[in-house]
């Protein structure tokens, strides 16, 4: 039986839903949604495709502008970690120096998914300032920490710069004086997580700071994800419970999939998988969601149910239909699967993962094959630049006037059309920028790219930069 076959929660009965986490099924259920709206049987949104151009062609000035040399890495959350242009993988490489490959690996692994679980929205008004935490020597540190206080504890420490390892160190300035760097939203959230990745604070052995486990993970609550942001209400940050929450779900099911096979319970166990140890040299992208996507789909609470099995980030929509898309690369044409009519998956924050993990994969030496095999990822920043270029037009101008929920048939049908609109974009901002598939492959118009020309028009039209359709969302989706 095929990982696509396996049921999700790792046992032998067939997975009544594989197809809904097949990239393939996401492009042909939207693209049924896209032609409906574009034969305009659309009640909420009509298409103006004479505008893509204009579009990509902002696309492409913003990609020139941000990677004039056209050397442009994947969208990813790695990008975060390189916030006001300081280098923080260089920071880790240093920490990581003398491990085998597949430990940094399994380091990188670890950093990428509790950082990006951790990347819900902040609000406007959030802040993070980062300054270098200095770290205790091993040798003064416990061989494992035992509890919640001890954690509150190291993140004090971390917080005070200063430690008893390096008393002549300078003082750290505080988060409200203007030496340190402030940062906010996605970057600001990158940068926290970083550092409190590297001070230790999701690890259960002090020792080994560098790492991210199931025990350490059971110990993180609201308390410890305030220090760890630096949230106060001075400095509010939503969604802490939230945070928390998602984060002990990932403990736990850490520990579920060690039971399988005795894998050390950490996200790490990802690259085990993916890699059998370290030793396959090849990795598509679509078996890195499709672990993704079974070994994390238990810690979402929200989303969808079908057929009773919990699906995660997908949705009914009317005109979805049934198809399936290839279930690989090598088949001819889609099949259709009456189980899962009417439902369209997108998988936005596993696939923003997903595509995060790729660079870890290949920094240790593994190929990651078919690239463009995931979707572009229908957010706010995508699916905003679609709207304010007006290539996406909305019937009603009181639609950007409310807050949606996101299973509104409005909301999704804006995301199936951001998922076929950002293929669509992606091969006219080749065409502007002179370059092929093979050079710029959609994780790289992304980066380029959509998102940030998505946040540029928005600051342009909005005061801070809001996007245009407003949805009431737990972080799990947007």
Request: aromatic share 6%; with cysteine.
């Amino acid at each position: 039986m095929s990982d696509s076959e396996a049921a999700a929660d790792g046992s032998d009965r067939p997975d009544l839903l594989a197809v809904l986490r097949r990239p393939q099924t996401i492009r042909v259920r939207c693209a049924a949604i896209t032609a409906a709206v574009a034969d305009e049987r659309s009640g909420w949104f009509r298409l103006d495709r004479t505008r893509l151009p204009e579009a990509a062609a902002r696309v492409a000035a913003v990609t020139r502008r941000r990677y004039p040399d056209l050397r442009i890495p994947f969208h990813s959350r790695w990008r975060h970690f390189e916030a006001g242009g300081v280098d923080r993988k260089a920071e880790l490489d240093a920490k990581l120096a003398g491990l085998p490959a597949a430990d940094r690996a399994r380091a990188q692994f670890d950093l990428t998914v509790v950082s990006v679980l951790l990347d819900a929205g902040a609000g406007g008004d959030w802040r993070y300032a980062e300054h270098a935490a200095a770290a205790l020597p091993a040798s003064a540190l416990p061989a494992e920490r035992v509890g919640r206080d001890e954690l509150l504890a190291a993140l004090d420490q971390a917080g005070a710069g200063a430690s008893a390892a390096s008393p002549a160190a300078a003082p750290v300035p505080a988060p409200d004086t203007p030496a340190a760097a402030r940062y906010g939203r996605s970057e600001g959230l990158g940068v926290a997580s970083f550092r409190a990745f590297m001070a230790g604070a999701f690890s259960s052995l002090p020792a080994e700071p560098c790492r991210v486990d199931a025990k350490a993970l059971r110990q993180i609550d609201a308390a410890v994800l305030r220090g760890v942001f630096q949230a106060s209400p001075s400095n509010p940050l939503v969604g802490l419970e939230g945070r928390a929450g998602l984060l002990a779900r990932l403990g736990e099911a850490l520990q579920d999939e060690s039971r399988r096979d005795g894998t050390p319970a950490r996200p790490a166990l990802l690259f085990d998988r993916l890699s059998a140890g370290g030793t396959r040299r090849s990795v598509s992208a679509a078996e890195v969601l499709r672990q993704v996507l079974r070994t994390l789909g238990p810690i979402w609470t929200s989303g969808s149910q079908v057929m009773g099995v919990r699906a995660g980030d997908v949705w009914p929509h009317r005109w979805a239909g049934a198809a399936t898309g290839a279930a690989t690369a090598d088949e001819q044409g889609a099949g259709d699967d009456p189980v899962t009519r009417g439902w369209v998956p997108f998988h936005k924050l596993s696939q923003w993962l997903s595509y995060s993990l790729l660079e870890p994969l290949q920094w240790a030496g593994i190929e990651v094959t078919g690239l463009d095999a995931l979707t572009g990822l229908p957010e706010y920043r995508n699916g905003g630049l679609l709207l304010d270029s007006g290539v996406i037009v909305p019937r009603q101008a009181a639609m950007l006037q409310r807050k949606w929920k996101p299973g509104d048939e409005a909301v999704v049908e804006w995301r199936a059309l951001t998922v076929t609109l950002l293929d669509e974009l992606a091969e006219l901002v080749r065409r502007e920028l002179g370059v092929g598939a093979e050079q710029l492959p959609l994780a790289c118009v992304l980066e380029g790219g959509t998102w940030a020309a998505g946040r540029e028009i928005a600051a342009e039209r909005r005061a801070g930069g809001a996007p245009p359709l407003q949805i009431d969302s737990d972080g799990t989706v947007f």
